[in-house]
């Protein structure tokens, strides 16, 4: 598998955040965008879910049934942990977990394995921030995604929870998933590229 973006153009409003830019990522490798606040990494990140459209260029995912519309090979994290305040952490895991489809690990051991075991009857209202992204990490794991499309993944996680994320993401990228990280914060993901995207942006805006 093989996720290819050529001449990908992006337009927020008036600003032109970059433009012309080609990805190449295969399978077992990881790339990590960086670059100031509103610079376009979550924008990019959008864009290669699926969640917005380019302004120009295209992405696909090269050795998917549908390269060119492959929204169900994606685990997409973004900024907000997607987890229902008023299920249990036990039940809104399940929801993603039936919703998703392809299981992988159970409820149970997820939320072990990100170190929530003995929490999961806690309602997801009340669980601390980094409870609650140690959450949306376990549903990367209860569902068999090629395709991680994180953005800011370690935001409010201590420093165990973040070699425990670091573990979780190369043993993806060992296993020949694919990882695109967008971060201010340094991330081991096994073999990978950088992209600093506050480097190439365009800096003039375009009229709407
Ligand atoms: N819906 C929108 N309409 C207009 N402008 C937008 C919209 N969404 C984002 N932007 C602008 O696009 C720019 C890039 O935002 P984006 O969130 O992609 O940046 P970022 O690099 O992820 O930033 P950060 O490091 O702060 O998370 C910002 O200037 C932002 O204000």
Redesign the pocket.
Known sequence: MRLVAEGLSCR??A?L?FEGLDLDLPAGRALVVT??????????LRLLAGLASPAAGTVRLEGAAEPDDFGTEVHYLGHLDAQKASLTARESLGFWRAMLGRPALTVEDALETVGLGGLGGLPVAVLSAGQKRRLALARLLVAERPLWLL??PTTALDASAQLLFAGLARAHVNRGGLIVA?T?APLDLGPSDTLD?GARRPLNPVAA
């Open positions: 927020r409003g600003r955040l670059g100031p606040n509103g610079t376009g990494k979550s924008s990019l953005d800011e967008a201010h995207l």
